[in-house]
């Protein structure tokens, strides 16, 4: 018996290990270890009425966002302790079963969060973020809608397969298949986009001289129309291979933002597409999925596993609560890659006047906390705060000043 | 349950004289405009009736005689215009002389409640009604009753004979246009029900039809949670199906090929086209709400409460093989037709489910009946049987009891 515990010790040691190895690769970053960030007091940086609107902004958006997730919980929780009673109303078999238990519980949350997505998009309305309506809101992205689902049946189809195939141990063949589905998904998405190229010729040409410099050649910058539903500016890296390209929200290029600023835009764009952060997304998504896998089918098991479909309400609570466990992880992965783009850019435009500009630009258009209480750091923040990008900044013109001086 | 007050009563022989077919709409031209003086009147007058019944509790003799009239004179004037009748209709809706006639309730106490918000409670009947086309609907080009009187005006001139499958299905649109009438006009409170067993009951059953439904016709129940959902639970369904359509098409190509070849389906694919066929009706009833569970990926026989009896690879003539795409097309037109009566038919009974936790007999019933034409058209498309699709309402005549045939 010793034995056997030694053995599972050692092999959960070895996995640790190699998941650590793992890890450190993919943390690895550009930015100087040794670069220490100033503090920068930004009470100095905004005005009152400024810092005021935004962390009024901030208060109502993180209590709709903790009141829909413990409606979310509930829901799930109702549902895993009840759900299962909706075998009855299916003649699809254990997987059809399995796939229809997993779409109520899916349409159950949708329907549980759609207050909370009033009082969101409400408050964006109040602070003309957004001219969405609340019916268009609800009821007009049918489609991603219908994705979602369709989506959850893939997955359920792929987990309820291999478990019925190899039963417990569904996870080891399940784990990479979702790992390729997202590549896929990554590498399909932005042909899904509707875009148009950079118009302004100006800009392109800087693009062109950022893309050189950040050794990522023949990227394509296209500028995706939103300014119908949002007035919030936004930009991102997406695609891998031939497919990647940075996609520029048109509310960006509406003249609330300089060349420069957009310069570094871009730059912070290009910056993931050359520290090949998407790639790294998806190792991470690798490394979280495997023991995320291997818990669910160890929480699963009291129902009989992800083989039977009464297991797939008890499925959906565990993604849930796993999911939320994790996110300040996810958080502090993506701050962490958000971080090195910013470096990049820094280190692509030399302009810190520039960054701080358009970081400080950001609390008056998105109405972002710039410096947020350490649990809504944790918790939400997928990005340095303001106050920390705008030390970066401050940080790169001293680390560039000391590197010009030093002989 | 009793049977419903307004009764349609068929006595047509289907023989058609091929010079009035041929000018029918010409020689409606005076009946149309009488009809529409008498529709301003009936219009006018229904709201004396309303106003009586609401504080007498029942409508006046008179003015029921005068609305009976226009009920039985709409039936007349639509079965000529549809070619469900051929005699040339009296222009006063009188009893008794029309191959296509109703049978009308006299005039007896109502519920004033009822009485009060009779145009709201008859929307939904309108609406399928208007699906449908008959008397009392509006004639859109889409309906049922367009469409068999469009391809019955072919046939008759023709043959010197309506089919029945036609007359028997524009029959039961302009009954049940009847009934909505009847109930918007005051002649009864009874709410019209759309079960075509219930409206077509004395008239002769078609022969068996190889393509029939099968399962347990009394399951009316229905899991309130999954109707609300529906539309979002029949996705992937819905995605599955479309990329079973593309490889169905392709099976059916090759399959033409095999039985123009042979004078019979190859096996193999008659049974994948079989199994496809069956699910198409399976994922159309589950999304319907003409049936309660969600359905199965593969099209089982048997796996399902609303399923389909489908014949075993037999001979089939050549010619009809050969000409099948051309030959189906009368079938697919009935077909979209009955699609608008499925769909709205879908929609009634996603509230009333929502409510009640089960399907309306009727609407179930009239559900079945598309859902099982349907499945007829596309075995027939799909060259599973050479038995052209019956459009009558009714299953046809069984040698043994037909589960989708009964009253409730």
Known sequence: ?????????????????????????????????????????????????????????????TLDWALAELAQLAVFGLYAWRGARFTRESAAGPIGTGMLLGMIGFALVWISQLPFDFAGLWWERRHHLTHVGYVAHAFGNWLALGSQFVFLCLALVIVMGFARLVGGWWWLPAAPLFVGLAALSAFVTPYLLSTHRLQDVQLQAQARVLERTEHVQHTPIVVEPVHDVTELPNAEATGLGPSRRVVLWDTLLDGRFTDRELRVVIAH?????????????????????????????????????????????????????????ALPLQNAISRHMEAEADWEALQATRDPAAATALFKRFVSTTLDEPAPSTWEYLVLENHPTIEQRIAMAEAWRRYATSAAQSP | MDPHP??????????????????????????????????????????????????AGRPPAGLHRFMCAYVRYQVHLSSYLALAA?????????????????????????????????????????????????????????????????????????????????????????????????????????????????????????????????????????????????????????????????VAVLVAIANWFVTLARGTPAAPLHRFLSSFVRYRLHVYAFLYLAANPFPGFTGRAGSYPLDLELPAPGRQSRWKTGFRIVLVLPAAIVDAGLGSGLFVAGV?????????????????????????????????????????????????????????????
Request: proline letters at 6%.
């Open chain 1, 269 to 325: 764009e290009l910056g993931h597409l050359e520290r090949q952060h998407l790639w790294k997304d998806i190792g991470w998504y690798a490394l979280l999925a495997f023991p995320g896998a291997f818990l669910i089918a160890r929480v699963t098991r009291r129902r009989g596993g992800m083989g039977r479909p009464e297991a797939v309400p008890l499925a959906l609570l565990a993604i849930v609560v796993l999911d939320l466990l």
């Open chain 2, 86 to 246: 051929n005699p040339y209709p009296p222009f006063d809706g009188r009893k008794g002389e029309y191959p296509i006639d109703v049978t009308l309730p006299a005039p007896g106490a109502q519920s004033r409640w009822k009485t009060l918000v009779r145009l709201f409670l008859a929307m939904p009947a309108l609406l399928l009604a208007s699906a449908f086309g008959g008397s009392g609907g509006s004639r859109n080009s889409g309906s049922l009753v367009t469409a068999c009187a469009a391809l019955g005006w072919f046939a008759s001139l023709v043959r010197g004979r309506m089919p029945k499958g036609l007359r028997d299905a524009g029959a039961y649109g302009i009954g049940y246009g009847a009934q909505v009438l009847a109930y918007l006009l005051f002649v009864t409170d009874r709410y019209p029900n759309a079960d075509p067993t219930a409206l077509l009951a004395g008239v002769e059953r078609p022969p068996e039809h190889p393509v029939r439904l099968v399962g347990d016709a009394h399951d009316v129940r229905r899991s309130r949670l999954t109707v609300f959902f529906r539309i979002l639970l029949v996705l992937p369904h819905l995605y599955w199906l479309v990329l079973w359509s593309v």
């Open chain 2, 6 to 55: 307004v009764q349609l009563v068929v006595e047509d022989d289907l023989r058609r004289s091929r010079l009035t077919v041929f000018f029918r709409l010409l020689l409606a031209i005076p009946h149309i405009v009488w009809l529409s003086l008498w529709t301003l009147l009936a219009a006018l007058l229904a709201v004396v009736t309303w106003l009586v019944t609401l504080i």
């Open chain 1, 1 to 61: 018996m010793s034995a056997r515990i030694a053995g599972r010790a050692a092999l959960l040691a070895a996995l640790a290990a190699v998941w650590s190895v793992a890890a450190y690769f993919l943390w690895r970053s550009q930015v100087p270890s040794s670069l220490q960030l100033p503090h920068v007091e930004v009470r100095h940086l905004f005005s009152a009425a400024q810092l005021r609107a935004a962390s009024s902004f901030g208060r109502f958006t």
């Open chain 2, 348 to 408: 009634l009974t996603w509230f009333v489910a929502l409510v009640k936790g089960s399907a309306p007999w009727g609407l179930r019933n009239l559900m079945a009946y598309a859902l099982r034409y349907d499945a007829q058209v596309n075995a027939y498309g799909l060259l599973l049987t050479d038995a052209y699709p019956h459009a009558s309402p009714l299953e046809g005549a069984a040698t043994r009891a037909n589960a989708f045939d009964g009253a409730a």
